[in-house]
């Protein structure tokens, strides 16, 4: 799956365009990604991707990057060789695209918003 665009509110992933947060993990996308705390992401947030870890966890927090990654996510990845990448989400689009194409098993969490 490939990130064709990426803007405030809106993705496109393989054509199709998404409006609400979302995870890309598996071939597929879910747009039902809701966080137990709006601004934060914590590992529970995250746990049905991360059931098989993939080699990177890409985090987009928003647009000025405002949500945050709490500190048992790090943990968790940290612990299970997981590089976790935690960028705007203009800027995790593009990294999650270039590990795609290389090849690398990647999950990307995307706040499309704040």
Known sequence: MII???????????GRDYTADVIISSGRVDDS?????????RLADLAAALAAPPAVLIVGTGDPGLM???E????????N???LLVLPTAQAA???NRRQRAGVP???ALHLTC
């Open 4 to 14: 064709d665009a990426c803007s405030f509110g809106r993705i496109t992933v393989d």
């Open 68 to 70: 945050r990654v709490d």
């Open 106 to 108: 990647v999950v990307a």
């Open 94 to 96: 593009d990294e999650y």
């Open 81 to 83: 060789g997981v590089e």
């Open 72 to 79: 048992d996510l790090k943990v968790f990845c940290a612990a």
């Open 33 to 41: 990604w809701w966080r137990e705390q709006g601004h934060h992401c």
